[in-house]
């Protein structure tokens, strides 16, 4: 069954502009990854977040994660054109399983 | 680069061939992994490996058969394939199976079934 859902499925910003993405999931988790893909290209991971952790930073990326409220959101701040591609978050439930999102197609215009 | 190669990148064949995918990672990692991407639906994760030994496959249909002779290089034989089969193949690798550590993946395979 999948786990993990972001929401928005697509989001088109400006230039400069911050992206908030965001993960539900169902069942407890050992941790939450974010990964990154362009356009037909292999996944690039960005940030694991661990149970325990409320939230992470790495550059202009941060990553949020509410446990009780079993969801994650990613922040971009100041978003470039390189910026575009779709976001995953997967999700760890204690090596039970690890199940991607469906993604969230992100657009930056220049 | 991530430490990933998958070859070939493009793959056309027909329903009746056989081929294979080739998958090598240069991190001294653990598991590995195939997953399969078509349009419009999520990431499903088809086979896991850790240490030469598969510990997980998801419902696969046989004509997908992957073999791995050592930590290092991961295979996906294909035959009698559908068009619906038609997808990204990637592969991907991490420290160990436990899904406690981020993985690494390759380009990508993209394959059409004619």
């Known amino acids: 069954s999948q786990q993990g859902e972001e929401d928005p499925q697509a989001l088109s910003i400006q230039e400069g502009e911050n992206a908030t993405m965001n993960c539900s999931y169902k069942?407890?988790?050992?941790?939450l990854q974010w990964y990154r893909q362009n356009s037909g290209r292999g996944l690039v991971h960005l940030i694991l977040?661990?149970?325990?952790?409320r939230e992470k930073h790495s550059g202009r990326l941060r990553v949020t994660l509410d446990t009780s409220k079993k969801s994650s959101s990613l922040l971009i701040t100041a978003s470039r054109a390189a910026d575009t591609a779709s976001y995953f978050c997967?999700?760890?439930?204690?090596?039970?399983?690890?199940?991607f999102g469906p993604g969230t197609r992100l657009s930056v215009l220049p | 680069e991530t430490g990933v190669t998958q070859t070939p990148r493009h793959l056309v064949m027909g329903m009746t061939n056989k081929k294979s995918l080739k998958c090598e990672q240069h991190l001294g990692h653990n598991a590995m992994y195939w997953y399969k991407q078509s349009a419009k639906k999520p990431l499903e994760l088809m086979f896991v490996?850790?240490?030469?030994?598969?510990?997980e496959n998801n419902s696969v249909p046989s004509r997908f058969s992957p073999e791995c002779p050592n930590s290092s290089h991961l295979f996906l034989h294909l035959h009698t394939l559908q068009p619906e089969d038609s997808a990204l193949y990637l592969c991907a690798s991490s420290q160990d199976p436990s899904g406690s550590y981020e993985q690494y993946f390759g380009p990508g395979t993209r394959l059409t079934v004619t």
């Open positions: 490996y850790s240490l030469e030994e598969r510990v």
């Open positions: 977040i661990r149970s325990n952790e």
């Open positions: 069942t407890s988790i050992n941790n």
């Open positions: 997967a999700t760890d439930n204690y090596g039970q399983n690890f199940v």
